[in-house]
């Protein structure tokens, strides 16, 4: 993962890398955001490669506010 995408986002954002963002299945923020980096735009981008978000949903809110950031031209 590039420095230039981490300062797309806010610096509460930034932290815990390698801790799971999706509890459910035990997916690490890191590969989020790497998955994102690659290409994954969408929520359901995100899902396909990733499979975060498809437990219950309850990590949806996070991952789109990822996506958001790190797609948001500026
Ligand atoms: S934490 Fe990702 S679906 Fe529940």
Known sequence: MKQSTLDKLPDILQ???DENLCVC?????RDIID???AGADTLDAVRNQTYATDGNGCC???VQR???????ES
């Open 60 to 62: 949806k809110r996070q």
């Open 66 to 72: 990822l996506v958001e950031c790190l797609t948001s």
């Open 35 to 37: 998955a994102i980096e």
């Open 25 to 29: 299945n035990g997916i690490l923020k």
């Open 15 to 17: 932290k815990d890398l």
